[in-house]
């Protein structure tokens, strides 16, 4: 079992940044690779970010050139959100993949006001 934690979330202004952070624990050998989705009210969960082993990347095409995720070489995944817009309000997650099981974290809010 891997557990997951977020920190970071909150209330920002648009043009602003925040930064997320996700720290595993438990059963963190053999994980594939950890990320970032988010759910707005209404809308289905989505991809945000995903740090792979051997430090491939892949981003959701809404925050392309805004978003960095980063990883340590352990169990700590940030989320560095820049430039943010209020259609980036949502609920995010952090996410880990291991041994072909999703593993998911309670969530932490973004809020950007326009």
């Known amino acids: 079992q891997v557990q997951l934690r977020e920190s970071g979330g909150g209330l920002v202004q648009a043009g602003g940044s925040l930064r997320l952070s996700c720290v595993a624990s438990?059963?963190?050998?053999?994980?594939?690779?950890m990320g970032w989705y988010r759910e707005a009210p209404g809308k289905q969960r989505e991809l945000v970010a995903v740090n792979l082993n051997g430090g491939r990347t892949n981003y959701g095409d809404s925050v392309k050139g805004r978003f960095t995720i980063s990883r340590d070489v352990k169990n700590t995944v940030s989320l560095q959100m820049n430039s943010l817009v209020p259609e980036d309000t949502a609920t995010y997650y952090c996410n880990a993949l291991r041994l072909g099981t999703n593993y998911w974290g309670k969530g932490t809010l973004v809020t950007v006001s326009s």
């Open positions: 438990g059963s963190i050998f053999s994980i594939q690779s």
